[in-house]
């Protein structure tokens, strides 16, 4: 076969037809035709659309094309030139094809259309080449490509925090542990208390579940910064909005007030919204058709609409009077509780048909870092809540009061041996920072319009499953 340089299919499909010989190269979607001449969709991931073969059979010889079935790998030579079926603007009149790998269609799990979800999660390592998946998979890397962008355009600097930690950065005790230790003999003291000073790194350590604290010293000294990395979080919830390994975008920015800090936020989220808009038009077109009819409308929903501000305290009080009027919500609500996704859900879906801005939470319900109001009894934490997912992100104003910020940690019995390097921020020019967590799956969620968080990650991590 004649060597030539390939060309992608997204490419190929914006070529005005000339006499000229080019080379595809992808995996088969269909082939269907007669005994004269064969019609193959091919496809090669680099565009939701497929390039469509022409094969003349006697050329090539009934046999010669029969291993070319649904999944296999081929390249091709041929000619472009103006379709003349419908449905495509060019096709390629095959001259050469290479047979790269075969894909027997007794055992080829993705041999029929329109497979369950479900039944996908089970083959993640095939279902990339579904069009579902193929479309996603490009929505999140223009997602992660505008974050990067976004930050970089309003002067933050990418900052690359740990993955292993020896801090919790949510108090929630949620950590993966790291260690070296053979777990059948652990070294013990005299008390028989596990003996930490032969694990690796001398003392517990961790997966770290948020890049924060490091991202603080960083605001603390660069002004605006911004992590973006994966973070781990052993908390055993088996919900289509939980991952064990997701990925987190969180921003910190030194003299931000809670205010700048929902400003940003907002900004932040429309913009990407409109990026995918702008950028992911054909498979945000194709998810629309497939899986979710309201799907581009509320995205545009979301890019043109102020989000509503309010406080937890005024949020609860809408809720109270939701079970009043007869609302039957699975969990019980006053103030004090934390809100559940179903709370959260009816302010937006239901009482303000729009996105929330929900701030300044009680204490007791939130994290250490969060800066404590007048009031002593909430502290400046904002979520951002959205249609279709609940919270996608929560952030705060952080205490930047050294004597406040040591009185929580110890309220809370966090060890302030841990914590002696971020208290130091406070102690030597501190100044009033903010930040928030974007959860980089709950925006694809909302993004894509998939209802489980497994099927906007690659390779899913959930209680009882690490597979592939
Ligand atoms: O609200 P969280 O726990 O906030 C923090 O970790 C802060 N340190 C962030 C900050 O202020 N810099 O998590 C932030 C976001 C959530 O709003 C949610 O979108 C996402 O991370 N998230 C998860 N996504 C998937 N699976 C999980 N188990 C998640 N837990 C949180
Ligand atoms: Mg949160």
């Known amino acids: 076969m004649k060597h030539l340089k390939r060309t992608k299919i997204v490419d190929i499909l914006k070529l005005t037809p000339t006499n ?107 279902r990339p080449r579904t069009n579902t998946f193929s479309a996603i998979l490009r929505i999140r890397h223009a997602m992660a490509f505008a974050i990067h962008n976004y930050f970089n355009n309003h002067g933050f600097f990418y900052l690359h925090t740990p993955i292993i930690t020896a801090s919790d950065c949510e108090g929630a005790g949620q950590m993966f542990q790291v260690t070296t230790m053979d777990l059948q003999h652990i070294p013990t003291d005299e008390s028989g208390k596990v003996n930490f000073s032969e694990d690796f790194f001398g003392k517990p350590a961790n997966l770290t579940v948020s890049g924060q604290l490091e991202g603080e010293l960083g605001a603390l000294a660069l002004g605006s910064i911004y992590t973006f990395g994966p973070t781990f979080r052993a908390e055993n919830s088996n919900t289509p909005r939980h991952l064990a390994e997701f990925w987190m975008i969180e921003p910190e920015v030194a003299f931000y007030e809670i205010e700048d800090n929902m400003d940003l936020a907002e900004d932040f989220l429309k913009y990407l919204i409109q990026y995918a808009l702008d950028n992911c038009k054909e498979d945000l077109a194709f998810l629309n058709q497939m899986w979710d009819k309201e799907l581009i409308e509320r995205l545009e929903f979301v890019t043109n609409n102020k989000f509503i501000r309010l406080s937890y305290t005024e949020g609860i009080k809408i809720l109270e009077e939701a079970v009043k009027n007869g609302h039957k919500f699975e969990f019980p609500v006053s103030w004090g509780t934390d809100l559940q996704s179903e709370h959260e859900r009816y302010l937006v879906e239901t009482h303000f048909k729009c996105p929330v801005i929900l701030s300044d939470y009680p204490k007791e319900i939130k994290a250490f870092y969060m800066k404590l109001n007048n009031d002593n009894k ?47 921020t406070r102690k030597y020019g501190t100044a009033p920072h903010s930040g928030f967590g974007l959860g980089f799956e709950r925006l694809l969620l909302f993004v894509t319009g998939m209802g489980n968080i497994r099927d906007v990650i690659p390779f899913a991590r959930t209680p009882k499953n690490a597979d592939f």
């Open 20 to 126: 000229e010989i080019i080379n595809v190269k992808g995996w088969v979607r269909s082939k269907r035709g007669n005994k004269n001449v064969n019609f193959i969709a091919l496809n090669d991931g680099s565009t939701i659309q497929n390039i469509q073969l022409v094969v003349d059979v006697e050329k090539f010889g009934e046999e010669y094309l029969k291993p070319i079935s649904t999944g296999a790998c081929i390249s091709v030579n041929g000619i472009l030139v103006a379709s003349q079926g419908q449905g495509q603007a060019v096709e390629i009149n095959a001259s050469e094809i290479h047979i790269y790998g075969e894909a027997d269609p007794l055992t080829y799990p993705l041999q029929k259309k329109g497979h369950s979800l479900e039944f996908l999660r089970e083959i993640a390592h095939l």
């Open 378 to 424: 909430t502290v400046r934490a904002m979520d951002v809540l959205f249609p279709k997912i609940g919270e996608i992100i929560g952030g705060s104003q952080r205490e930047e009061s050294y004597e406040k910020l040591k009185s929580r940690i110890e309220e809370m019995n966090i060890p302030l041996k841990d914590m002696w390097w971020y208290l130091e």
